[in-house]
């Protein structure tokens, strides 16, 4: 099966999920995995498409920025949490809750450890529930002067999304699992200007899977793939949207107050090679 194919693929049983019965979506998605997986394409270059299997080749592997295992509760002092209700290490797993019921307690979770301006995110992500719930990654994130975003001259934040995407900080995020809308979306910050979609490969997974969140970053070169598949590609060209963020900063988990509670089992940040 060709990235064509597997993107068209795809897209019907995106159909398929959101117009069926929990059970022909997960049949659905079951048949494009196993598609995918007995077809074995080559790894494409890093402008691969939606839809396509990408495995980036020129990661440096050997050589992480960061690596947890979450398999210590001390590992809470690299993560800074930002509204919700609480951050925690429970069973090797860090666990990202707001309050039941409140939707608007959302939360962010930044990473201390300042991420290269080329980089690649890989961390595994299991909601309590897949059919509600909105969560996101921020990454190449910086004061508007520059500054780290733990600066005390920014503004306050407390997880109003407000004070992330329209205030002082510039960079990207990308809704990664957007529950029943359908859709992954990338932004650019300041401004929420979105500038790319594509299929939500999360949604549609079973309930109590775990599944391998992947972005890499090079320049203007975005790719967010879910278990290797693309779910969203943009190309920032330095002219639609203005200067691409080519500079280093700070990623954050991100999770809307009716995401309730979330599981992650690792976190890696790995350089490119140049």
């Given at each position: 099966m060709n990235a064509q194919a597997i993107s068209s693929g795809i897209r019907k049983s995106w159909a398929l999920a959101r117009t069926s019965s929990t059970g022909a979506a997960i049949a659905a998605a079951c048949i494009i995995i196993s598609s995918v997986q007995g077809a074995q394409p080559p790894d494409p270059p890093p402008h691969a498409s939606v839809g396509s299997r990408l495995v980036p080749t020129d990661v440096d592997w050997a050589n992480p920025v960061y690596k947890t295992d979450f398999d210590d509760a001390s590992i809470l002092r690299d993560w800074q949490l930002e509204g919700g209700k609480r951050v925690s290490i429970q069973n090797g797993?860090?666990?990202?809750?707001?309050?039941?019921?409140?939707?608007?307690?959302?939360?962010?979770?930044?990473?201390?450890?300042?991420?290269?301006?080329?980089?690649?995110?890989?961390?595994?992500?299991?909601?309590?529930?897949?059919?509600?719930g909105l969560n996101i990654v921020f990454f190449s994130t910086r004061g508007h002067q520059g500054e780290s975003i733990f600066d005390p001259a920014l503004k306050p934040r407390t997880g109003v999304f407000r004070q992330y995407h329209s205030s002082d900080l510039n960079g990207y995020h990308i809704s990664y699992w957007a529950g029943d809308r359908s859709t992954a979306n990338v932004r650019r910050n300041a401004g929420f200007k979105l500038v790319a979609t594509g299929p939500d490969l999360v949604w549609g997974a079973p309930e109590g899977k775990s599944q391998i969140i992947r972005l890499y970053k090079r320049g203007g070169t975005l790719r967010l793939m879910v278990d290797d598949i693309v779910s969203v590609a943009f190309d920032d060209d330095d002219k639609?949207?203005?200067?691409a963020w080519t500079h280093s900063g700070w990623i954050g988990l991100r999770q809307m107050g009716h995401t309730v509670r979330c599981e992650y089992d690792y976190v890696r940040v790995y350089p490119l090679r140049r």
């Open positions: 797993k860090l666990v990202l809750e707001s309050e039941p019921g409140e939707r608007g307690n959302h939360l962010v979770c930044w990473l201390k450890t300042e991420a290269p301006a080329d980089f690649l995110l890989e961390f595994s992500v299991n909601p309590l529930t897949r059919k509600e639609a949207h203005g200067p």
